[in-house]
């Protein structure tokens, strides 16, 4: 093994390098795909009718399928890059190989940000869940959600903690479930099983815009709510049995399911919740699919979305806390942060330590700052991260030709989808502007003052040989 | 005292306890092997025994 070329005809590898407990290699392409699949689904049941509201049915609509070809994009192009950067980390460690360490440190925070952000947000949905449900059952108190929100972290984090297989096969069964749920609903409320309760043309006649096309574009901030998340999958590259076959499988299996469940849920609760209440996540319809749902009269389909809800909720914090420790764990590894971050359990093989020291940080942002804000936040660092994708993408064809290197996939269609996702980054950044201007530019203003630091005093302690362990050959016009 | 108030003092409890169990393994785990041992991890190691594919 010693001596290793990643362009032999006769083997593949990579040479030793003092490993004793690395992160353990156990995961197939189901759980790839519950992993990401599993973070966005929460954002069907929740979150994607607020487009409605900026735009009417009909913008949210657009904005779905706009979303849809955006993150089609980022599956196809994190798929091949990620199918030959197989490492712990995703995107930060293909930005640390491809682009270069200041990029792959913002790339590593924007990943840390958006998943604890995200998993900050779906324990407070949970705890809200819990207090839902209380009322149904006549508790006639106020119920104190904090010590919901906390176990959710708390339980999903140990989970985290004692290891990956289990982890995400909990995802890949809650997953299942609520997508399950949203096909059930659908068929039970189109008439394809038993009678029919849409009325699609009475609910829009005269309103199909009624905002306009600015009021389009306004929708498209919230249409990344379909979808956003499924670029997770490549976090577990370290830790599937063969990357090459199942990140790019578990990626793109997942971008299409969401796309029917993203469509199907439009579908489903514009054709029985008024626009106006379906548009009004606060005080009107807070859980889209579970209000539709409630309007069918059949108490199995009011269980089954309101569990639906609550595991697509989990699934989404667990996969959340999953993603973020494994991206500062590479970040810790590679001393971009203090290598104590690059620690595996002997037992559980796991990062614990990384684990451990984001649950503080998620109960922070999870009690003490309001779901609005959190949620942009994490939306804009998703955002930050889509835009560097087409560059990295572009910049890999170019240094790393096809035929210089091994990839588990080639996404089609070169430079294309790279230019599609950099032209609907902007239009997104446009319409987030529009709605949350302030928060945009104060990301931006943090993210400019972290790599001034890291710039003139990190960088130093950074193992700038040791982190490449990957026999690549030279790129070209290197 | 009503189910959801117990259900409140059961989930305090639980947290308490699994927030436990992570620092005291932490702990136990940081004191029987060595720094070296722990951050021992090296990106792409196993790669060469699970994937044999040829271009």
């Known amino acids: ?478 | 005292m009503e189910t959801w108030q117990m259900l409140e003092y059961a989930a305090w409890g639980v947290s308490a306890l699994l927030g436990l169990f992570m620092v005291a393994d932490w702990l136990k785990t940081d004191t029987t092997y060595s720094e070296d041992v722990l951050t021992s991890s090296r990106e792409g190691e196993l790669e060469a025994m699970t994937e044999e594919h040829k271009i």
């Open chain 1, 1 to 478: 093994m010693a001596n290793t070329d990643i362009t032999s005809k006769e083997m593949d590898g990579f040479g030793p390098h003092g490993t004793v407990v690395g992160l353990l290699r156990v995961l197939g392409p189901a759980h790839v795909w519950a992993l990401g699949v599993g973070i966005v689904l929460v954002g069907e049941y929740m979150g994607w009718n607020f487009a409605v509201g900026k735009g009417g049915a009909y913008a949210a609509l657009i904005a779905c399928w706009f979303a849809g070809i955006l993150y089609s994009c980022v599956a196809m192009i994190d798929s091949e890059v990620t199918s030959t950067v197989a490492a712990a980390g995703g995107q930060y460690t293909q930005a640390k190989h491809i682009v270069g360490p200041l990029m792959a440190f913002n790339v590593g925070l924007y990943l840390t940000f958006a998943y604890t952000m995200l998993e900050a947000a779906n324990a407070i949905t949970a705890g809200y869940l819990v207090s839902v449900v209380a009322s149904m059952t006549g508790y006639a108190g106020e119920l104190d959600q904090r010590p919901f929100i906390i176990l959710v972290i708390m339980f999903l984090a140990w989970l985290n903690y004692r290891g990956v297989l289990a982890t995400l096969t909990f995802n890949l069964v809650i997953t299942a479930i609520a997508f399950v749920a949203i096909l059930v609903l659908f068929l039970s409320t189109s008439g394809v099983l038993g009678g029919g309760i849409m009325q699609h043309a009475a609910l829009m006649e005269g309103h199909e815009l009624p905002y306009g096309w600015i009021g389009v574009l306004a929708a498209m901030h919230f249409g990344l709510w379909y979808y956003l998340g499924i670029e997770g999958t490549t976090q577990a590259a370290e830790e599937v049995r063969s990357p090459a076959r199942a990140l790019p499988f578990g990626t793109l299996a997942g971008i299409m399911t969401l796309l029917i469940a993203a469509t199907l849920t439009w579908y489903t609760c514009s054709g029985v919740l008024p626009w106006e209440y379906l548009g009004d996540g606060v005080d009107g319809s807070v859980a889209p699919l579970f209000d539709t749902a409630r309007l069918s009269g059949s108490t199995g389909l009011v269980w089954l979305l309101g569990f639906g809800t609550l595991f697509a909720t989990l699934a989404s914090a667990n996969g959340c806390i999953n993603d973020a420790s494994r991206a500062w764990f590479a970040m810790g590894r590679d001393k971009y942060l203090p290598g104590w971050f690059g620690a595996v359990h002997p037992r559980y093989r796991t990062p614990y330590r990384s684990i451990v020291f984001l649950v503080p940080i998620a109960l922070i942002f999870a009690l003490g700052a309001p779901l609005d804000q959190v949620i942009t936040f994490s939306i804009l660092s998703g955002l930050l991260e889509y835009t560097f994708m087409p560059l990295n993408v572009i910049m890999f064809r170019k240094k790393w030709p096809l035929n210089t290197i091994k990839r588990g996939y080639e996404h089609p269609f070169h430079p294309l989808p790279a230019i599609v996702l950099l032209c609907l980054c902007g239009i997104t950044f446009f319409a987030v502007f529009l709605g949350y201007g302030t928060q945009l530019i104060a990301m931006i203003g943090f993210y400019i003052v972290v790599s001034l630091w890291f710039h003139f005093w990190r960088y130093r302690f950074v193992s700038r040989g040791a982190q490449f362990t990957m026999p690549w050959p030279k790129p070209e016009g290197y």
